[in-house]
C-alpha cells in the first residue's frame, strides 16, 4: 500500500467518533500473542517492537521500527477468533489512538470504501512479510545485514546510527552470535565504524557494489 494511501487511512481513522488517544510507555506490550485484541491502534512518531513467540518457547523479532506514525493492529481486529498473533511493545513513551473493535467493524459494515482500504493495507502487509521472509531464505546473513546496515545508515541524519545485535538477529532470521560474526568481519575490513552502541559506514559504495554482484 503506498505511503500516501496508508495515511489516508489514518486520517479517516482519527475522525471517527469512537476514537480515543492512548498513552503508550517503555516496554508496554499494547498487543499480546494470543490474547483477545479488542483494540486498533493508530501511532504516532512509535518505536515498537513486533514479536512471535513459538510453541518451544523461543521469541522470535519480526519487525522493529522507529519513528512510525501509522497502524497497527488491523490484522488481530479483522481475524474470526480476534486473537493476536503477534506480540508488539513500545520501545519508548510514546502517544497514540485506539478505537474499539466492535465500533471499527460497524464502521467498516457502514463504508465499503474504508473496508476496501483496510483490505488493501493487510495485502500490502501481507506481502511486505512474505518478502521479508523470501529474503531471510534465498540470501545469506551477510547480504542482509549490509543491506540493512546501508538502510539505517541512510535513514541517519549524521552518519551514525543505533544497531541493536540482539534486536536485528532475530528481524534477519538468525543467532546474535552470528550477526556479531558477520559485524566483526566489516568492523575488520574497515567497512563500518563502531563507537559505544552507533555504527558509522566507511566504505557504502564498496558495500552496495557487493550486493549488486550477488544479485545479478
Not at 469512537?18 to 501511532?43: H, W
Request: a neutral charge; charged letters at 20%; one cysteine or more.
Amino acid at each position: 500500500m503506498p505511503q500516501q494511501l496508508h495515511l489516508s487511512l489514518y486520517q479517516r481513522l482519527l475522525q471517527l467518533p469512537s476514537c480515543r488517544p492512548v498513552k503508550l510507555t517503555a516496554n508496554q506490550m499494547f498487543i499480546a500473542q494470543g490474547e483477545p485484541s479488542d483494540s486498533l491502534y493508530l501511532v504516532q512518531d512509535c518505536a515498537f517492537l513486533v514479536s512471535y513467540l513459538s510453541p518451544v518457547g523461543k521469541r522470535y523479532i519480526v519487525n522493529a521500527q522507529q519513528g512510525f506514525s501509522g497502524i497497527l493492529g488491523e490484522m488481530e481486529i479483522f481475524r474470526e477468533q480476534g486473537t493476536s498473533v503477534f506480540s508488539v511493545a513500545a520501545l519508548s513513551d510514546g502517544i497514540g489512538y485506539q478505537i474499539p473493535r466492535h465500533k471499527l467493524l460497524e464502521a467498516v459494515l457502514n463504508n465499503a470504501e474504508l473496508g476496501l482500504a483496510f483490505l488493501q493495507l493487510i495485502s500490502h502487509r501481507y506481502e511486505e512479510s512474505i518478502g521479508h521472509t523470501l529474503d531471510n531464505i534465498l540470501h545469506s546473513l551477510r547480504f542482509n545485514t549490509i543491506r540493512l546496515l546501508i538502510k539505517k545508515s541512510h535513514l541517519s541524519a549524521q552518519g551514525w546510527f543505533e544497531f541493536n545485535i540482539e534486536q536485528h538477529a532475530g528481524e534477519l532470521g538468525a543467532t546474535p552470535r552470528a550477526l556479531r560474526r558477520v559485524i566483526k568481519d566489516l568492523l575488520t575490513a574497515a567497512t563500518l565504524e563502531k563507537q559505544h552502541k552507533h555504527y558509522r559506514l566507511l566504505a557504502a559504495d564498496s558495500l552496495v557494489q557487493e550486493l549488486n554482484l550477488i544479485q545479478k
